[in-house]
C-alpha cells in the first residue's frame, strides 16, 4: 500500500466520522427542540386560559348586567378556562416527560390531540379576524404564537418517527450494527442553547401579550408599584 493510499484511507475515515458525530447531533437537537416547544406553548395556553378566566371575571364587574346571558356566558367562559388550562398540563408533562426520556412520548397525544388543538386555536384566530362589526375583528397575538410552537412540535415529531436521523438511529431504538457515538457536550449544549432561544423568541411574546403579560411588573420597578390590583384588560390582540 503507497503513502498517499493510506493518506486518502485516513481521510476517509476521519470523514465518516465527522458525518457521524453530525447526524448524531442532529436528532438530538430536533429532540431538545420539541421538548423545549411543548414547554413554550404550555406556558403561552396557560396564559390563553388567564385570558377566559379574566374575561369571565368582567362579567360579574360593577358594569355588568345581570342577565341570565351574562351569567351563562360567564360560567361557559369558566369552564373553557378549565380546559384549556388542562390542556396547558397535558403540554407539560408531555414536554417534561419528553425531556426526560429522551424521545417524543404518549403518541396519542401528539397524533390526535395536538392536531386538534392546533385546529380549534386557528379558527378561533380567524374568527377573530373576520368577527362582525369590522371595529371588533382582533388579532390574538398569545394563540398565534401557541399555534406556532404546536406547529413546531408536529413537524419535530414527524421528522423524528420517518427516520429524519441520516444514520438510521434514534434514541428509542438505538442501531446495534452501527452503533453512533454521543455528540460532543459543546456541541450539545449549543445546540440546547439554541433551541431553547428559538422556543423563547416564539413564547416571549405570546406571553406578554397575555392577561398575566399586561399585569407583570417590569424588571427595575420591584417595590414601586402600587398594591392595588389594576384593571383587567382585554388582550385578545390589536384592533383592525
Known amino acids: 500500500m503507497s503513502a498517499a493510499t493510506a493518506h486518502r484511507e485516513l481521510r ?7 458525518s457521524s458525530e453530525t447526524f448524531a447531533l442532529l436528532p438530538e437537537a430536533v429532540r431538545l427542540f420539541t421538548g423545549f416547544a411543548g414547554l413554550g406553548a404550555a406556558a403561552v395556553t396557560f396564559g390563553l386560559s388567564s385570558n377566559l378566566v379574566a374575561a369571565a371575571v368582567q362579567e360579574f364587574g360593577p358594569t355588568a348586567s345581570e342577565s341570565g346571558s351574562t351569567t351563562a356566558a360567564s360560567a361557559l367562559g369558566l369552564v373553557a378556562a378549565v380546559i384549556v388550562g388542562a390542556w396547558a398540563l397535558c403540554l407539560l408533562l408531555w414536554a417534561i416527560a419528553t425531556l426526560r426520556n429522551g424521545s417524543p412520548v404518549w403518541p ?16 378561533a384566530i380567524i374568527y377573530g379576524l373576520w368577527q362582525l362589526p369590522a371595529a371588533n375583528r382582533t388579532f390574538d397575538l398569545s394563540s398565534a404564537c401557541s399555534v406556532v410552537l404546536e406547529l ?89
Open 152 to 240: 413546531a412540535i408536529l413537524g419535530s415529531v414527524g421528522w423524528l418517527r420517518r427516520g429524519g436521523d441520516p444514520a438510521g438511529w434514534t434514541a428509542a431504538e438505538p442501531s446495534e450494527s452501527a452503533p453512533i457515538k454521543a455528540p460532543p457536550a459543546g456541541r450539545l449544549l449549543a445546540a440546547m442553547f439554541a433551541a431553547a432561544l428559538l422556543v423563547a423568541a416564539v413564547a416571549t411574546p405570546g406571553l406578554a401579550a397575555t392577561t398575566a403579560g399586561l399585569h407583570a411588573v417590569p424588571h427595575g420597578e420591584h417595590g414601586t408599584h402600587s398594591p392595588s390590583l389594576p384593571a383587567l384588560h382585554d388582550p385578545a390582540g390589536h384592533h383592525h
Open 12 to 18: 476517509g475515515h476521519a470523514a465518516g466520522a465527522g
Open 108 to 123: 396519542l397525544l401528539t397524533g390526535r390531540l395536538l392536531p386538534a388543538a392546533v385546529t380549534l386555536q386557528l379558527g
